[in-house]
């Protein structure tokens, strides 16, 4: 239709705070015209969105700028890694332009120079929701840019500079648009979601025709009108949190105000470790929080993260962390090996726990999580849950519960989806007939009305 539009093609790297940097740098070249193609061949310069957090990501993006030089020539680089010019001009002198994260005015700019726009609006109309990378039914919504805090483990400040909060009435339009254009499922995502409105002390803004203050628990009063799933992400454990906790138990429209749903990173549970870590250390407040949220929302699902091996972490440490694992019984929980990023404070910590040793704790507290959270999808079997469909795979359609975010957590596959005629998108009633460590196996419940 648009063959002789410039195209560009584009590799987006990264965590969910960089696939939104990835829509909004697509959807201006949509809106100016290009098109994007999915081929280097096909393309006339290429964008690649990197990722700079662990060295892992740094390797991966200066590979994935590597490919794009040899198979297409001409490559415009931003995103994380764009903050580290030299090590990138290192592997690869001939990029074009190198800028950072949320950089769009430079991004667009190289493209310009590269390949001048060719705008036609009667070919290039874009919804107005703007161009999404995820699924059709669900979509990112990120709140904030940059953190406050400086866990001594984490770039991130270094990267992507102190707090900086989007108005609240600007956050809860986006989420409009996004609803209207069929998103079923909202994830509020930033470096530290709990903060949100900090830095421009609550500002007032106004959305259909009511106030709502550029804070966490006023946004997820304005998203709960929306009449579809909000999920919180990076929620850091202040005790504020305990405020959002009661919307979980509330229904709007027979819709729960929030998903009972807390991604709240813990990292580790020795208080002297969280300490070097820079991160809050009252680990007994923790366990009260938790117990607190479980009686307001008994269905609350809490996912956490934690680093085994930070520098210094002793055996006994490691088992305190164990038992808070196991006294906790946490839903989901992801874990990492420390892994030295460079520029991290931490690094200069003195007695760096082996490689083996690390590999050897993560795979222990991997085995001990995979039991908990086997025992707590088995409790699920015989239960009816709520869920929304993300795809069908042969006759089963793959579902999440209220209890699964999408990528990180597991699924619900729903054996009679096909004949069901379950397309994505659709919410659905399910009994759940059995489990493993990771997912759930379901069938369509008998359907109310
Ligand atoms: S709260 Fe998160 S983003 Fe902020 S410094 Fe700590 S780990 Fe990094």
Redesign the pocket.
Known sequence: MSSSQPKVGFVSLGCPKALVDSERILTQLKVEGYDIVPTYDDADVVVVNTCGFIDSAVAESLDAIGEALAENGKVIVTGCLGKKPEQIRAAHPDVLSISGPQDYQSVMSAVHQALPPKHDPFLDLVPDYGLKLTPKHYAYLKISEG?????S??I??SMRGDLVSRPVDQVLREAERLVRGGVRELLVIS??TSAYGVDVRYAPGTWQDRSYATRMKDLCEGLSELGVWTRLH?V?PYPHVDDIVPLMAETHDGMPKLLPYLDI?FQHASPRILKLMK?PGAIDKVRERIARWRGICPEITIRSTFIVGFPGETDAEFEELLDFIEEVQLDRVGAFAYSPVEGAAANALPDPVPEALKQERLARFMALQADISADKLAAKVGSVQRVLVDALDGDLAIARSMADAPEIDGTVQIQDGFDAGLKPGDFVDVTIMGSDEHDLFALVAPQDD
């Open positions: 953190c406050n805090h400086r866990c483990f984490c991130i400040p470096q530290d990076y850091y990173p991160r």
